[in-house]
C-alpha cells in the first residue's frame, strides 16, 4: 500500500539553529514527491517538486533532497516566519490523479 | 504566478441550507481541480476530481449528492454542500493543475460551520 510517513511529528527550534524535517514514502512508481507548507486556517503553499532521486531543490532557507526511500526538508538558519507545518505529499505512476499526504512536520522557531 | 482564490474564506450557516463554495484560478488555465477536507492533525482528504466541462469522480465515501461539484470553466469550480448538517462543518481546500504539469495549488481554504 501507497504511504507517507512524515518525522518528527512536532520540532520546536531556536532561531538560527538548522535542522531537518524527513518524509519516508513507500509507492508503486514514483512520479514525483512535493513539499508544502501550510499556516494555521490556510491551504498549502506549494515549496518544491522532485521527481528522481538523487536531484535538490532550494529556495531561500529551505533545500529539499530526494533518495529512493525518503525526502528531506532541510531548514537553514531558521527564522521565526519559518513556522508553520510542512507536508509532504507523493504521486505515484500508477494513478497521477490523486496525491498521498503525510500527516505534516509542524516547526515552531522560536525568536 | 499560480494563485487559487477561494471564496467564502468563513461561512456560518444552519443545518439544512446548502451552501456553495466557488474556487477560481486567476493566473492560469486549471484543466483539474480537486476539493479536499481537512480535519485538525489530520491529513488532507481528496473529495473529488474535476476537469472542466465533465463530470467530478468522486472518492469512495463521499456522496455526490450531497456535494455538488461543477467545473464550468477554466478557471471556475464550484462546491456546493446541499442540506448541510453540523457533521459537514469542517475546513474545505480547493486546488488547481494545468496540463501535464503535476504540481497542485491550493486555495486559502474555506472554514464551514453548520448550526
Known amino acids: 500500500e501507497d504511504q507517507v510517513t512524515q518525522s518528527p511529528e512536532a520540532l520546536r527550534l531556536q532561531e538560527g539553529e538548522s535542522s531537518s524535517l524527513n518524509c519516508s514514502y513507500t509507492?508503486?512508481?514514483?512520479?514525483?514527491l512535493f513539499w508544502y507548507r501550510q499556516d494555521p486556517g490556510k491551504g498549502p503553499e506549494f515549496l518544491f517538486t522532485?521527481?528522481?532521486?538523487?536531484e535538490e531543490k532550494e529556495k531561500e532557507r529551505l533545500k529539499a533532497t530526494l533518495t529512493k526511500k525518503e525526502s528531506f526538508l532541510h531548514i537553514t538558519a531558521p527564522k521565526p516566519e519559518d513556522s508553520a507545518t510542512y507536508l509532504c505529499?507523493?504521486?505515484?505512476?500508477?494513478?497521477?490523479?490523486?496525491?498521498?499526504w503525510g500527516l505534516g512536520t509542524s516547526l515552531a522557531v522560536n525568536p | 504566478g499560480a494563485v487559487v482564490s477561494q471564496h467564502p474564506s468563513r461561512v456560518i450557516c444552519k443545518s439544512g441550507t446548502s451552501v456553495k463554495i466557488e474556487c477560481r484560478s486567476l493566473?492560469?488555465?486549471?484543466?483539474?481541480m480537486f476539493w479536499y477536507r481537512q480535519f485538525p492533525k489530520k491529513s488532507l482528504m481528496l473529495m473529488a476530481t474535476?476537469?472542466?466541462?465533465?463530470?467530478?469522480?468522486?472518492e469512495q465515501g463521499v456522496e455526490k449528492d450531497k456535494f455538488l461539484i461543477n467545473h464550468a470553466s477554466l478557471t471556475l469550480s464550484t462546491l456546493t454542500v446541499t442540506s448541510a448538517h453540523p457533521e459537514d462543518s469542517s475546513f474545505y481546500i480547493c486546488?488547481?493543475?494545468?496540463?501535464?504539469?503535476?504540481?497542485?495549488?491550493f486555495g486559502p481554504g474555506t472554514r464551514l460551520t453548520v448550526t
Open positions: 486546488s488547481a493543475k494545468t496540463g501535464v504539469l503535476y504540481e497542485q495549488y
Open positions: 493566473d492560469f488555465q486549471a484543466t483539474t
Open positions: 474535476s476537469n472542466e466541462g465533465s463530470k467530478a469522480t468522486y
Open positions: 509507492v508503486s512508481g514514483l512520479r514525483g
Open positions: 522532485l521527481y528522481s532521486a538523487g
Open positions: 505529499a507523493v504521486l505515484n505512476a500508477g494513478n497521477n490523479r490523486k496525491l498521498i
